[in-house]
């Protein structure tokens, strides 16, 4: 998906047209920075905000060597202004082919990409998105600027008759100077959760301690029957009772603290094109009960998280191979919960929480067994 993704900013954010290579190679990094950034944004807010979910189903922790192994599905919902973002027109200069009109040995014309698509609305799709709009040279801009700079290089622009009918003709042929396609989404979720499972293990050690690991294997993906890459995923999480330092008796609630890392990795052609790293340092308060074969839970949290993607490529369009890296992130922020967990068959259990992020709502659900 990532890869489509990347492919997909690369080729349906830059208009090659008849625009010189220098400018054309100027311009796909910056281009690509920006505008991928502000593309891939809000998969970038929702993926942390799945990533740093369903770390724990309930404020205690394990007894020595009690644990669980669960399979956690975490849905944030994509808010419908994540929907789009305002296209950044690159400033580069790009080389109109001047010397096509025929009227004797004129330089190119260097234009930037906002005066060619002046006055044009550059809203554009996400990766939650749509289709985008294509973007239609401004004639009227255009045609002035290339009359100007004939003048300014001794062309007599008013004795050359229909001259500037030819170069209004010139300026709308999109042979020579292309409209600008914007990107289009590539799946439209508008406030549809983009799901995500996850399974994990945690087992409690002394002193009201307990480690939580979760975890993909490298799985390959697949899409039509292609592979196009592979996935994997590592995470470990610390939490602590904190309620055993308060020296009150049977205090009535528990209170534990945590942290947990994960990184996801994915690979595509043998080269590691994306790379997440996401942290959430944690509070939960809560009560759980147990009476013979039924348990109870329920727990509010707290918790202050950031999230980053690095991502690196090779891409290849019209002829112009150009390494894309750049990273974008989460702004660092807090999360706010509450959930709660059943038993009401002897070792397993069924959790469901919700979170809000300053980015997207989380649900949580898990299912798994678990002892002590």
């Known amino acids: 998906m990532i890869k489509k993704v990347l492919v997909l900013v690369l080729a349906l954010t830059l208009t090659v047209g008849a625009f010189g290579q220098g400018g054309l190679e100027d311009a796909l990094k910056d281009m690509l920075e ?3 950034k502000l593309y891939l944004q809000p998969m970038t807010d929702a993926f942390g905000a799945n990533m740093n979910s369903g770390w724990y189903h ?3 922790v ?3 060597l009690g644990f669980d192994l669960s ?3 975490m849905g944030a919902f994509i808010p419908s202004e994540a929907a789009t973002f305002n296209f950044v027109m690159s400033e580069n200069q790009f080389d109109i082919p001047i010397s096509e009109l025929g009227l004797g040995s004129v330089p190119d014309l260097p234009l930037s990409f906002a005066m060619l ?4 609305d550059t809203e554009a799709p996400t990766v939650f998105g749509g289709d985008g709009n294509t973007l239609q040279v401004n004639n009227g801009v255009v045609t002035e600027e290339i009359l100007t700079h004939l003048h300014q290089n001794g062309v007599d622009t008013t004795l050359v008759p229909g001259i500037r009918a030819t170069v209004s003709a010139f300026v709308g042929d999109t042979t020579k100077i292309s409209n600008f396609k914007l990107p289009n989404g590539l799946v439209e979720l508008g406030d549809i959760p983009f799901p995500m499972i996850m399974p994990q293990l945690a087992i409690g050690l002394p002193m ?5 690991a979760r975890g993909l294997p490298e799985i390959e993906l697949k899409a039509d029957g292609t592979e196009i890459g592979s996935i ?3 995470g470990l999480g610390l939490r602590m009772n904190i309620d055993q330092f308060i020296p009150i008796p049977l205090f009535p609630v528990d209170i534990t603290a945590g942290a947990a890392f994960q990184s996801v990795s994915l690979t595509a052609d043998d080269q590691e094109i994306l790379k997440t790293m996401n942290t959430s340092i944690n509070m939960q308060v809560g009560k759980s009960l147990s009476l013979l074969f039924f348990g109870l839970g329920v727990y509010a949290d707290v918790a202050y998280e950031t999230s980053s993607i690095d991502i690196a490529y090779t891409a290849e369009f019209e002829g112009v191979e150009q390494d894309i890296e750049f990273s974008t992130s989460v702004d660092p922020g807090l999360r706010y919960g509450a959930g709660f967990h059943l038993t009401f068959i002897p070792m397993t259990y069924v959790s469901v929480a919700y979170s809000m992020t300053p980015t997207n709502d989380v649900v949580t659900i ?3 067994i678990s002892l002590r």
């Open 34 to 36: 920006s505008n991928g």
């Open 58 to 60: 309930r404020s205690r």
């Open 62 to 64: 394990h007894k020595m």
């Open 71 to 73: 399979f956690k599905t």
């Open 117 to 120: 698509y002046a006055g044009q």
């Open 208 to 212: 009201g301690i307990e480690v939580t």
């Open 232 to 234: 994997s995923a590592l």
């Open 366 to 368: 898990g299912a798994g």
